[in-house]
């Protein structure tokens, strides 16, 4: 992970209290960069996150075309940059396209009609599950790590495909 980047999660309600008042400060981070496509293009959910960021916090959303090239910035430079998303689709799809990072931390992604329940409140699709051992075999470490003092648990040691 280049020196910007200080913490790549995918979390699926992207901004909210735990990104807000604990990682931030834990991985100093004092801009948050937001791939997503559907937030991207839905005026009133950008200006809701943009809002729910802490004072001082920069703010930027994009779409996986936009924050692919956006992210790569980030990691070649000094300012600490926080990457949010909400799937590990998204994260294999800015791997693929170049962005470096080393580990991708699952924080949260809640349970739905396709989701099997992976680790807590994490579940994941079986394409998101695949993205998850495509991002391992890549060399991205896969880490679930709902809370900033909880203990890294590897992707690995939950998967049962």
């Known amino acids: 992970m280049g020196l910007g980047l200080r913490l790549v999660r995918v979390d699926d309600r992207l901004i909210h209290g735990q990104v807000a008042a604990i990682w931030l400060k834990t991985v100093g981070a004092s801009r948050i960069i937001i791939v997503d496509d559907r937030t991207a293009r839905d005026d009133f959910l950008r200006e809701v996150i943009e809002l729910s960021a802490p004072a001082g916090v920069a ?7 936009g924050g692919a090239e956006r992210v790569k910035e980030a990691a ?5 940059a926080f990457v949010l998303m909400r799937s590990p689709v998204t994260a294999l799809r800015l791997r693929e396209m170049g962005v470096p990072f080393d580990v991708l931390n699952i924080g949260g992604i809640g349970a739905g009609p396709d989701r099997k329940p992976l680790y807590r ?5 079986q394409d998101e599950l ?7 075999q890549m060399g991205t470490r896969v880490e679930l790590r709902i809370v900033a003092n909880d203990k890294a648990v590897p992707f690995t040691s939950v998967d049962r495909g």
């Open 76 to 80: 070649a430079a000094d300012e600490a």
């Open 130 to 136: 695949e993205a998850l051992r495509r991002l391992e």
């Open 121 to 125: 409140n994490i579940s994941a699709s």
């Open 59 to 65: 703010v930027e959303i994009h779409d996986v075309a």
